[in-house]
Nanobody, 120 residues
C-alpha cells in the first residue's frame, strides 16, 4: 500500500499562484504514475495533470500552459505548480497514485484532498 499526504491548497486571487505537494509513503520509482485530479460536489473526479515513472506528462486542455507537474524522487514527492489561476480552477484537488499490484494489476491510491479557492 501507499499513503499520500497533500498540502499547499488555499485561497488565492485570480492570476495568482499556488504549489500543491503530494508526499508518498514509498519510493515513487515503484509507482506507475502519479497525478492530480479535481472534483466538484456531486461530480466525478477529473484529471488535471499526470506524470509517469519515466517522466512523461500530460495535462487537461484547460490547464496547459498554466500548470506544471513535477517530481522530486529523493523526497518521494510530486508537485503541481499552478500559475495564472482562474476562478474556474476552484475545486478540491486530489493526489493520485497508480500502484502496481501482482501479475500486471494496478490499483489507485488517493490523498485526502486539498481545497483550492480562486476568488477576488
Amino acid at each position: 500500500q501507499v499513503q499520500l499526504v497533500e498540502s499547499g491548497g488555499g485561497l488565492v486571487q485570480p492570476g495568482g499562484s499556488l504549489r500543491l505537494s503530494c508526499a508518498a509513503s514509498r519510493s515513487i520509482f515503484s509507482i506507475n504514475a502519479m497525478g492530480w485530479y479535481l472534483q466538484a460536489p456531486g461530480k466525478e473526479r477529473e484529471l488535471v495533470a499526470r506524470i509517469t515513472s519515466d517522466g512523461r506528462t500530460n495535462y487537461s486542455d484547460s490547464v496547459k500552459g498554466r500548470f506544471t507537474i513535477s517530481r522530486d524522487n529523493a523526497k518521494n514527492t510530486v508537485y503541481l505548480q499552478m500559475n495564472s489561476l482562474k476562478p474556474e480552477d476552484t475545486a478540491v484537488y486530489y493526489c493520485n497514485a497508480k500502484v502496481p499490484g501482482t501479475y500486471g494489476s494496478e490499483f489507485n491510491a488517493w490523498g485526502q484532498g486539498t481545497q483550492v479557492t480562486v476568488s477576488s
